[in-house]
Structures are given as C-alpha cells and as structure tokens.
C-alpha cells in the first residue's frame, strides 16, 4: 500500500454493504450501513467479523486463511476488486463501501462462487499435464531449466481470487471469456515441455473471441491482480504464439482432432 | 454467470476429448468447426493489427509530407508532384484506402453490441479508477481506469476517423486523379490551401486529433498485447505514446494553419532557390 497506515484508534468508520439472499428474492438487493470504530492494524477481515458479530450475524462472506493466500475473500471495495483480509482500514477512507464480486455467481450478501467458475475454467482449458507417453515410474525426472521452472511458478501463483476476472471489461460482458486468470492458466501449461500438447490441440480455447483475442488489453487485470501475476507478459506470450498455430496448415490441424476423435 | 460452453470429457490418457459446444447463435460446434473459427480469429487479429500499424506509419510518412507546406507551396508542389510523377502517390491513395476500410471493418469486431455492455465497460473502467483512499461515489467520474477509458476513447476517435477520414481519401482521389481542383490533374499546394482556408480547416482539426490519438494509443496497444517493448513497464510505455501523440499533435497544427494560410510558411527560406 502506498500510504503508510496510521495506527490511532478513534476513526468511525462507515461500512456500505450490498446486501442480497437470492433464496430470498422478495427482499430487493440494497446497502445496508454499519459504523464501527477503527482499531490499529485493522483489517477488512476483521472489520467484517466484527460487524458480523456486533450488528448482523446473518451477513455472509467469505474467509479461510486471512493471509492472501486461499484467494476466498476477493470483493469490490470501494469499486476496486481486492483482498478483504489483506486490505488495511487504515489504507480506506472513512466510507467503505463494499460489494461482491461482479462476474461471478452470487451466494450471498458479499459471497461469490468463484470456486464453480474456476473449475469450469480449468475444464475447459484441461489444467493438467497432457502426458502421451505410457508413466515409468522407474525413470529419472527431466531436468528442467531453472528460469524456464520460474516462468512457469509464476503463473502457477495464482490464488484464484477471481479479482482480475472481476475487474476485466470483457469478462463482465462476456460470460465465455476465459477471462484473466483462464489467460494466465493456458500460458503455464503452454510453457510447460511437460505438456505433450502442441498449440494446434488446444487452439480453439487458445485463439477463439472467448481465448486471447476476446482480450482488448485494458490491463485492469494487471492492475488489480494482489499476488502481482505478470499477466500482461502471459497474454503477449499467448499471442505470440497464436500466430505461429494458426500458420500450420488447417488440413493438419483438423488431422490431428480427427486422429483422436 | 458463466454457462459451461463445452461438454468436457476429462478421461485421463486422452490428448483430446471430442467437443461440441452449443452456440446460441450458431447452434452446436463441433470440435473442427470451433477449430476453423480460431483460426479464422487468429487471421482477423492478425490483419486488423498489422493494418493499424501500417496505416500509424504511414501516417507519420503521410505528416513530413504535408508538412513540406513549411516550406512554402514551391516545396509542397515540388514533393507531391515528384511523387505523382514517379507513380508512388496514386498507388498509395488506393492501398491506404483498402486498409483504412479493412482495419475498420475488422477492428470494430471489437466493440460490445449491445449498449448494456459498452455501459457496464465504462462503468466498471470508473469504478477501477478510484484510488483507494478516495471516498467511493462523485470522485469516479473525474478519473477513469486510464487504459479502459484510453481503449473506450479509441473507439469514439476510431468513429470519427472512419467518417472524416473516408470523406478525407474521397477528396484526395478527386483530385489526384481528376483536374477537377486546381490547375492540373494531381495535388497542388494551392488548390490544397484554399480547400482548407475556405471551412475544411476545422474538420481537418477534428480529424487530426482523432488520428493521431487513435493512432498513437493503436501503438501502445499493439505493444502491450503483442509484448513489444516487453522489458518497459507499462508506465514507460505510456509515457513514449504521449510524446509521440504531442509530437504529432504539434507539428500537425503548425502545418494546418501553414496549410489555412494564417501564418507563412516558417521554412520558405529553403525553397527560395528551387
Ligand atoms: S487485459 Fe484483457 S484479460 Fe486483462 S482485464 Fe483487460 S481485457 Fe480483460
Ligand atoms: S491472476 Fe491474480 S487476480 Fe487473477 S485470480 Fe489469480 S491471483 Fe487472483
Ligand atoms: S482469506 Fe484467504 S485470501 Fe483472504
């Protein structure tokens, strides 16, 4: 954060939060108020867990490891996509407003499914290593080239927070975008040797509207991820090699789905 | 929310699981079906990018030679009609007219059709925008998300491009290949600064900034998407568009009003011996 935090107790801080149970469809979706006075050191987490516990037990939301690594606790603050449990207060203005993610299926209150949305991310990008050989257990792992490892741990970083998802044009307006991190998740497996697919397999989640070129390169991913991903250099990787796929004669890629449908 | 596009059959050990995936525009797409639409994106892309560079280019090429008017209509005259003479500028109006309406056509593919979704872009690019100290509500509408309203803003000058600039190339092609202006059949410095001395002068104005930010911005996109320059970081990236835009911007104006005849030609001094 830029601004150093400051640690005085005293602030009241006013807490906006959209308020909504889609099991309960006759109430209307609205903001419900909270004041609540700021602690040192106070996180949204815990500002939350307060309000929960102090003013409305029924508010729901989404925590489990308070540490930015478990990527449940992404939401809008204040309309930026972001971290609650690595969000200080004292970073905030006295207003906070806070919504759930856009982009995502609703639970609850401030609670998204981003866990249904990665999954079929991962589906359709087939987030494993597409082995062709038979498994020998016996033989020596490959050696891996050390910055080649690095590259491809960085976009295996992810945490799937979903905040780039949220914070992308396309993907808000576009449901079959593969969206940010779906971008970030094709190019670890594209950098991966292990990976036995060549990038005529998988062109068509690769290079379609709804893969890399549905990207308009707004970069508010880049800008919001809070681990830092280097998503701008995936997608520039991504579709550099697009090009070199879509060079390869159609009669051999069509070969290739034919030979294995 | 996002419906499952495909129908996803994970068995382990296969490369590749036949698909079908249902479109609701265009019925179910079988697997090569969606093949042959990736590619044909990957050639869209490809040519809708390689278009806008080549007509960015061609607009800096295009700017030195109509700023030859800073050295008065002996050395405009002298430029255009050398390259009529050896067949180089009527080539051009027709290609540069060919990819002005290819990038169009194809760069559009890109905006939202619906109004719905151009609006929760532009909201959404407000929202972004915020600093995080600063109080949520008013303050969004002052600063924007910059590369999401530079990319909505892209779109509005693309527009303006496209009108200006096509009645632009008509009146171009007129008169290099008709003697309807001016005195031969061919561009001429006189005929060329009474158009803009007679009104054209303030859509040219129009027409210059549109070009020049939808141009200089193009570059910084192409860079970002493509990984140009992918060692600077965004910000430097930034900061080389601005120049080059102002850049332009600048000697853009200067020529114009050279052109419009409201101030003499600075550099007349080199043709004095022509
Ligand atoms: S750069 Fe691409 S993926 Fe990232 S927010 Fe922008 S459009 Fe979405
Ligand atoms: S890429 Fe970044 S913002 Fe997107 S889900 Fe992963 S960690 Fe979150
Ligand atoms: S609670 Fe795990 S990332 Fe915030």
Request: aromatic content about 8%.
């Amino acid at each position: 954060m830029s601004t150093k935090p400051s640690q005085e107790e005293g602030r009241t801080l006013r807490f906006e939060i959209f308020r909504y149970d889609p099991t309960r469809p006759e109430v209307e979706p609205h903001l419900d108020a909270f004041e609540l006075v700021e602690q040192p050191y106070m996180t949204l987490y815990l500002a939350l867990n307060r309000i929960r516990e102090e003013h409305d037990p029924s508010l729901q939301f989404d925590f489990a490891c308070r540490s930015a690594v478990c990527g449940s606790c992404g939401m809008m603050i204040n309309g930026r996509p972001g971290l609650a449990c690595s969000t200080l207060t004292a970073n905030l203005p006295d207003v906070i407003r806070l919504h759930p993610l856009p982009a995502f299926e609703l639970v609850g209150d401030l609670s998204v499914d981003t866990g249904k949305w990665f999954r079929e991310m991962a589906e359709r990008t087939e987030s494993w290593i597409h082995e062709r050989a038979p498994f020998d257990p016996e033989a020596i792992e490959e050696r891996m080239d050390d910055d080649l490892a690095q590259a491809i741990y960085e976009g295996e970083r992810c945490i799937e927070c979903g905040c780039c998802v949220a914070g992308c044009g396309v993907a808000n307006v576009n449901p079959r975008f593969v969206g940010p991190a779906g971008l970030n998740r094709i190019a670890r497996f594209a950098l991966d040797p292990r990976d036995a697919r060549s990038d005529t397999d998988w062109f068509e989640v690769l290079a379609s509207d709804d893969g890399v070129f549905g990207c308009l390169g707004l970069m508010a991913c880049d800008d919001v991820c809070p681990k830092d991903l280097p998503l701008r250099e995936q997608y520039a990787y991504l579709r550099r090699r697009t090009m070199g796929a879509a060079r390869a004669p159609l009669l051999q890629v069509e070969g290739v789905a034919n030979a294995q449908g | 929310m996002a419906e499952n596009p495909t129908l996803p059959d994970p068995r382990p050990g296969l490369i590749r699981p036949t698909r079908v995936r249902r479109d609701s525009r265009r019925g179910v797409l079988t697997f090569e079906a969606q093949r042959r639409a990736a590619r044909r994106q990957a050639i869209y892309e490809a040519v809708s990018g390689a278009s806008g560079a080549a007509l960015a280019f061609f607009m800096w090429g295009h700017m030195l030679l109509v700023g030859s008017i800073l050295t008065g209509s002996r050395g405009f005259d002298w430029v255009a009609s050398g390259l009529e003479h050896i067949y180089v500028a009527q080539p051009t109006v027709v290609i540069i007219s060919v990819l002005f309406f290819v990038h169009a056509a194809l760069a559009s593919r890109k905006i939202p059709s619906q109004l719905r979704e151009r609006r929760r872009m532009r909201d959404l690019a407000r929202s972004l925008a915020r600093p995080l100290d600063a109080p949520p509500g008013a303050a969004s509408r002052a600063t924007p998300h910059l590369e999401s309203s530079l990319w909505i803003w892209q779109v509005r000058t693309g527009m303006v491009v496209l009108v200006f600039g096509a009645a632009h190339l008509l009146l171009i092609g007129i008169d290099l290949f008709t003697p309807m202006f001016g005195e031969r059949v061919g561009i001429e410095a006189a005929s060329s600064s009474e158009r803009v001395a007679e009104g054209l002068v303030i859509p040219y104005a129009i027409l210059l900034l549109a070009v020049e930010f939808h141009a200089s911005v193009g570059l910084y996109r192409l860079a970002v998407k493509w990984g140009v320059g992918s060692r600077l970081s965004r910000r430097t990236l930034l900061a080389i568009e601005r120049v080059i835009l102002f850049g332009f911007l600048g000697f853009g104006a200067i020529t114009l009003v050279v052109l419009a005849g409201w101030v003499d030609p600075p550099l007349a001094f080199l043709t004095e011996g022509l």
